[in-house]
């Protein structure tokens, strides 16, 4: 005996509405995005942020006429050198400040307030420390200062706006990192797991271990960043606390160690010996611990002297100096602490500089900081992994997959091309070539624009090789032409312990040898294609009434 049933005596079942996204997909989505629509820029901010930790070596490396100062004078004495020269360096100036030599800067950059100075009354010159004159003439270059302010400055736009671009960038940069943190529930157990050869997966494991290895220091100097130009950002709080003009000059005060000139007597009077307030300053704070010396109205009864600390060993960038009577040397004021707020923000302000670090904690920080700007390439080149293995074979990619895919190639590749080439634009632009600085940054980008106009007409995966191999054959060759345009190669720079040039050869031949790496694996690559799920024909429900009978026992 059997019973029937049918549709007229059970009613069909309704759909199951679909299960909302949970947390980890949503953060997912928002890691995603916000690394993908900024990507280029952070990566370009990264990279130049990195190269910055040795601005002081490139900048060296850049003026190779500068004289390579093998043994320290005691910096009192030198301090004393330059002292008797403002006179006639700075006739009639209210303000002269110099920066004394130090292990990765032998010469003095003395810069002076003078109605006669220039732009907006400033000059500036190159001292040696053994005479205090100004030294010959060097080729015009603006050094490793220009990647430093690049990558918060950007260029060719207003700096205002280029701030706030890269205070924007570094805003998604924090809430992709937060976010992939939530992503990936297993992320410390997948950077110690890495599958090589296994298309997304490889780039994913290499995702992740890049991101792990630095993630203290990745969340330390993008929201470290943001501190550095709060004031910009965030106003309003500043202008609440303080609203009158002497309640901003204090907050100002305990910001900087710039002290402003007061009015001059009038009074000529000499300066008092310059090297026994250097001493002093020494004996408080340690020999190799002098960093600028700064004249406020040398020469008039009104003069004062600021000794400034410099932040070697110091996890702070509060100002910390002591002031003396310039005519008497009577100490005045010593400058050592800050309130609350002012030393939190000079804490993270030294931390993201770490201009504080030794040699090896500056490589530390190199490295780190490398890893992090391959996080960031290695995510726009999984974005564009991760969607190419989902097309079925022959299946042509959206318009949004080849734009990723083709900006990829200059804003990785490229960059590190055009990077290289305003280093040999410094070696081979003329020497007396009039706006000399300004045209080794418009080579950097010239070229960094070939890139992309290459990137665009060469098939994507010969453009990587390509750029890749181009990039690491001028990086290996640069080397090769300063021996051949400067007496400093890497022969002599080593016979003569200048290691400042010697470091910074070996360190290109690295990055060439890293680049040339990079076009191999490419070269070797074979993406694999995931054909895509064959599709299951659609079925139409049937009438009710037409419902095959179910049979049950």
Not at 16 to 34: E, F, Y
Not at 82 to 89: K, T
């Amino acid at each position: 005996m059997s019973t029937v049933t049918t549709n007229e005596t059970r009613p069909l079942r309704q759909p199951r509405a679909p299960k909302p996204p949970g947390i980890r997909q949503t953060m997912s989505d928002l890691h995603i995005w916000a690394g993908l629509l900024v990507g280029w820029i952070l990566y370009a901010m990264f990279l130049t942020g990195t190269v910055s930790y040795f601005k002081d070596e490139i900048s060296s490396w850049m003026r190779p006429e500068l004289p390579h100062v093998s043994q320290r004078e005691d910096v009192a004495v030198v301090a004393q050198r330059v002292a008797d020269r403002v006179p006639g360096l700075a006739p009639g100036t209210t303000q002269f400040s110099y920066e004394l030599p130090d292990s990765r800067n032998g010469v003095i950059d003395a810069f002076w307030r003078s109605p006669e100075g220039g732009r907006r009354g400033f000059g500036s010159a190159t001292l040696d420390p053994a005479t205090g004159e100004a030294l010959a003439k060097s080729r015009e270059t603006r050094g490793g200062d220009f990647f430093y302010r690049f990558h918060f400055q950007l260029h060719y736009l207003p700096i205002a706006w280029g701030r706030w671009i890269a205070g924007l960038c570094a805003m998604f940069m924090l809430v992709a990192i937060v976010s992939g943190i939530i992503t990936h529930k297993k992320i410390f157990a997948d950077f110690f797991t890495f599958r090589w050869g296994k298309g997304q997966r490889s780039w994913l494991d290499g995702h992740a271990a890049l991101s792990v290895f630095g993630l203290p220091f990745h969340l330390m100097i993008t929201y470290s960043g943001l501190v550095t130009l709060m004031f910009m950002y965030m106003p309003w709080g500043e202008n609440v606390a303080y609203q009158t003009a002497a309640e901003r000059r204090a907050a100002s005060a305990e910001l900087s160690s710039f002290v402003s000139a007061e009015k001059p007597a009038g009074q000529p009077a000499p300066l008092a010996s310059v090297a026994d307030m250097v001493r002093q300053a020494q004996a408080r704070w340690g020999e190799d611990r002098i960093g600028r010396v700064q004249l406020n109205n040398p020469g008039d009864a009104a003069a004062r002297v600021m000794i400034v600390r410099n932040e070697a060993g110091r996890t702070s960038a509060s100002p910390v100096f002591m002031t003396f009577d310039g005519t008497t040397g009577t100490l005045i004021e010593v400058k050592d602490r800050v309130g609350g707020a002012a030393e939190t923000r000079g804490v993270l302000y030294a931390l993201h500089l770490g201009r504080f670090s030794d040699t090896v904690t500056r490589w530390l920080y190199f490295m780190v900081s490398l890893a992090g700007t391959a996080m960031v390439g290695s995510g726009l080149v999984l974005w564009v992994v991760k969607r190419r293995q989902k097309l079925a074979p022959g299946a042509r990619p959206h318009l949004g997959l080849r734009l990723v895919e083709r900006l990829n190639v200059p804003a990785i590749a490229g960059l590190s091309l055009a990077m290289t080439s305003m280093l040999w634009a410094n070696r081979l632009l003329p020497v007396d070539m009039a706006g000399r600085a300004t045209w080794e940054v418009d080579v950097m980008f010239i070229v960094w624009a070939l890139t992309l106009v290459w990137a665009l007409v060469r098939p994507v995966r010969r453009a990587w090789i390509e750029l890749l191999w181009a990039s690491a054959a001028a990086l290996a060759l640069l080397p090769v032409l300063n021996l051949v345009t400067t007496d400093r190669g890497l022969p002599s720079a080593i016979a003569r312990g200048d290691w400042t040039f010697a470091g910074l050869d070996f360190a290109l031949l690295g990055l060439a040898a890293l680049h040339a790496a990079l076009a191999m694996r490419v070269a070797r690559h074979k993406p694999r294609v995931k054909a895509a799920a064959a599709r299951q024909p659609t079925r139409a429900a049937p009438p009710a009434g037409d419902t095959p009978a179910r049979i049950t026992p």
